[in-house]
């Protein structure tokens, strides 16, 4: 599990925890106590990792995480959930960055204000 954390630079705790919530699904455990992690194990945790980094919640994430147990025919049943949820973070991040470019325009003009000010105070 070290090496896991180590290679996708999360802590060791962070994978234990996506195991007790049921992210990961069944982990293999050689000798009943030393996790093995399959290739899908893997690759289900790079997922989950994007997922987070989108600002999908983990409740969101847990809805979606079947991703990876349907078969190809099945996909479309999942798809129009993931389309929800992605289009509500681009509503989010749409926000924010309006919001953002506001808040820098203010420093910007905020800046130029001292400025002024200490030009005057040269003169």
């Known amino acids: 599990m070290g090496a896991l954390a180590k290679q996708l630079n ?10 007790e919530i049921g992210l990961m699904g069944t982990i293999d455990r050689q000798g009943g106590t030393t996790r093995s992690y399959s ?29 990876f ?9 999942i798809t129009p959930k993931l389309i929800e949820i992605l289009d509500h973070h681009i509503t989010i991040l749409d926000e924010k960055m309006v919001s953002l470019s506001s808040l820098r325009q203010d420093i910007v003009e905020y800046r ?12």
């Open 112 to 123: 130029q204000r001292i400025m002024n000010l200490l030009n005057e105070g040269e003169q």
């Open 39 to 67: 290739k899908d194990d893997v690759l289900r945790l790079k997922f989950i990792l994007k997922m987070k980094s989108l600002g999908i919640s983990l409740k969101e994430i847990q809805e979606l995480s079947n991703i």
């Open 10 to 19: 999360i802590t060791t705790r962070t994978i234990r925890y996506y195991e």
């Open 69 to 77: 147990d349907i078969h190809e025919q099945e996909f479309s049943s």
